[in-house]
């Protein structure tokens, strides 16, 4: 029998109701198991030694060293907090998926600044199941391939077509012109080239160099330039909105049927603050992840002709049916056919990791794999990590397109796996099936009409954001 029943027989109730308190407090003092680990300096603990610049495609000497270290689950001081960093598979679908119950989002503060309170990214709770029931209403799969599908092909060649045959393009800037004025044009219903839209493009430039910039709001600061272009693309899309309710036009009714503004605009009971925060959040969302994907499946395909090869005679077989059809402009029909493109798709969020990691906090204690994680405590999973981990995929650093091929050990489906370039749980990425469509598209019509090389060698740095330190420059020469 053990003591706590033989005490609850023998013991008088004030007597028994010390013990109980004087038991659980002992339980309390019980130490926490910390995962091991560094705290670093006082205040900036690790920090600039986890965001230092190292290749995109290496998970960064720190990491690598601290893995090796303390194992995949560790903890540090991050960011101005304590933080636990993981680069175990299992821990990061558990904190994605209790996402509200033992985790939240939780953004550093110069993040939630220049994104705005009400940003998607940022928000909780059920403001955030609104703002994301309304997202994925509008990118649903019925809108991708009705509307969406189009407007992406068309966004895409007004680009490619504007390469001369053997002249040195900026990749990196193409790509974003690409994913800039199609997110212009689905948000706001903007036309590429024209005035108002080439001035919202310069505004975000700015706007976009705060976010990675230290949180000083100083004069002549990054930071301090950031928030004054955020304030100048919430006035233009304010503008936008009171263009909307005055206007009387059937012609303008249509439009904000068609675009986010419009939509969210008729959809909802937002506030105007809030959907000012969503549409920029979307507008962020929405062209630099996609850009820089883009980006680095050509830099990944230039040094893999077989890859190209097997690509290039997919999109053949599709061209040539089509041709014998008739049809022109890529149908739906013909995206699902592109598997090896997904294939390569993969691999490169994989190798590229456009978003590395995501910010988390405990809201309560939770114990993982025999390790406490305490309440308030800042949470990272590293995806990139688990992406570059060689016990989970084979020769990581390799690109690999095939080793995604039904069958294979890493064909699983996005955000179940190992495998989470997009995150998971009730904040998975809501334009992953956008993302991989303009992606697809991207790469058909480059592999029919261009044979590309690099102009000059270049690579990409992790920090801030994954980027090629030279636009990554390459020489295109059309195929006749
Ligand atoms: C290759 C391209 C992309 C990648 C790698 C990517 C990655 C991600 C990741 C990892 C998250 C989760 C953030 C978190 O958990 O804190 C996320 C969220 C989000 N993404 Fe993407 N994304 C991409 C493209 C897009 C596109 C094209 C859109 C369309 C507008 C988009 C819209 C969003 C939105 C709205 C969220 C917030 C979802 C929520 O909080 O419920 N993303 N993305």
């Given at each position: 029998m053990s003591a706590v029943v033989v005490l609850l027989f023998f013991l008088p109730p004030t007597i028994l109701a010390m013990f109980l308190i004087w038991n659980s407090s002992k339980k309390q003092r019980k130490p926490l198991k910390i995962p091991p680990g560094n705290i670093g300096w006082p205040f900036i603990g690790e920090t600039i030694a986890y965001l230092k610049p190292h290749l995109a495609t290496s998970m960064g000497e720190f990491m690598e060293q601290h893995i090796s270290r303390f194992g995949k689950i560790y903890s540090s001081n991050l960011f101005g907090e304590p933080?636990?960093?993981?680069?175990?598979?299992?821990?990061?679908?558990?904190?994605?998926?209790?996402?509200?119950r033992l985790f939240e989002c939780s953004y550093p503060r110069n993040v939630r600044q220049i994104l705005g309170e009400w940003s998607m990214l940022v928000v909780v709770g059920n403001m955030h199941r609104e703002m994301r029931t309304i997202s994925l209403n509008f990118m649903s799969h019925a809108r991708l391939r009705k509307q969406m599908l189009r407007e992406v092909e068309r966004h895409i060649l007004l680009v490619l077509n504007s390469?001369?045959?053997?002249?040195?393009?900026?990749?990196?800037?193409?790509?974003?012109?690409?994913?800039?004025?199609?997110?212009?044009?689905?948000?706001?219903?903007?036309?590429?080239?024209?005035?108002?839209?080439?001035?919202l493009k310069r505004e975000y430039v700015t706007f976009m160099?705060?976010?990675?910039?230290?949180?000083?709001?100083?004069?002549?600061?990054?930071?301090?330039?950031?928030?004054?272009?955020?304030?100048?693309?919430?006035?233009?899309?304010?503008?936008?909105?009171?263009?909307?309710?005055?206007?009387?036009?059937?012609?303008?009714?249509?439009?904000?049927?068609?675009?986010?503004?419009?939509?969210?605009?008729?959809?909802?009971?937002?506030?105007?603050?809030?959907?000012?925060?969503?549409?920029?959040?979307?507008?962020?969302?929405?062209?630099?992840?996609?850009?820089?994907?883009i980006a680095f499946s050509v830099y990944f395909l230039e040094c893999c002709p077989k890859a190209v090869h097997q690509l290039r005679e997919e999109h053949l077989e599709i061209a040539r049916r089509k041709k014998q059809l008739g049809e022109f402009g890529l149908s739906w029909e013909d995206y699902k056919q592109m598997e090896f493109t997904q294939c390569v798709i993969n691999e490169t969020l994989r190798l590229a990791n456009v978003v590395r990691f995501v910010h988390r906090r405990a809201l309560r204690d939770v114990q993982f794999k025999g390790y406490d994680i305490p309440r308030g405590w800042k949470v990272i999973p590293d995806f990139a990590a688990v992406h570059l981990d060689p016990s989970?995929?084979?020769?990581?650093?390799?690109?690999?397109?095939?080793?995604?091929?039904?069958?294979?050990?890493?064909?699983?489906?996005?955000?179940?796996?190992?495998?989470?370039?997009?995150?998971?749980?009730?904040?998975?990425?809501?334009?992953?099936?956008?993302?991989?469509?303009?992606?697809?598209?991207?790469?058909?019509?480059?592999?029919?009409?261009?044979?590309?090389?690099?102009?000059?060698?270049?690579?990409?740095?992790?920090?801030?954001?994954?980027?090629?330190?030279?636009?990554?420059?390459?020489?295109?020469?059309?195929?006749?």
């Open positions: 933080t636990i960093v993981s680069a175990d598979p299992e821990l990061n679908r558990f904190i994605l998926h209790n996402e509200g390469w001369e045959d053997d002249s040195t393009i900026s990749t990196q800037e193409e790509a974003k012109k690409f994913t800039f004025n199609l997110m212009a044009k689905y948000i706001l219903n903007l036309d590429p080239g024209k005035a108002e839209t080439e001035q160099k705060g976010m990675i910039s230290a949180p000083l709001n100083l004069p002549g600061t990054a930071y301090k330039k950031a928030l004054q272009s955020r304030s100048c693309i919430l006035k233009f899309i304010g503008q936008k909105m009171e263009e909307r309710r005055s206007s009387t036009y059937d012609e303008c009714k249509k439009i904000e049927e068609d675009d986010l503004l419009g939509w969210v605009s008729k959809q909802t009971n937002l506030s105007t603050e809030q959907i000012l925060d969503l549409i920029l959040s979307m507008l962020f969302a929405g062209h630099e992840t996609s850009s820089v994907a989970l995929y084979h020769h990581p650093q390799e690109f690999n397109p095939w080793r995604w091929k039904t069958g294979s050990s890493n064909a699983t489906t996005t955000g179940t796996s190992n495998f989470m370039p997009f995150g998971g749980g009730p904040r998975l990425c809501a334009g992953l099936e956008l993302a991989k469509l303009e992606m697809a598209v991207f790469l058909h019509h480059l592999v029919l009409n261009y044979r590309w090389e690099s102009d000059e060698p270049d690579h990409a740095i992790a920090f801030p954001f994954p980027h090629f330190t030279k636009g990554l420059p390459i020489k295109v020469h059309t195929i006749t």
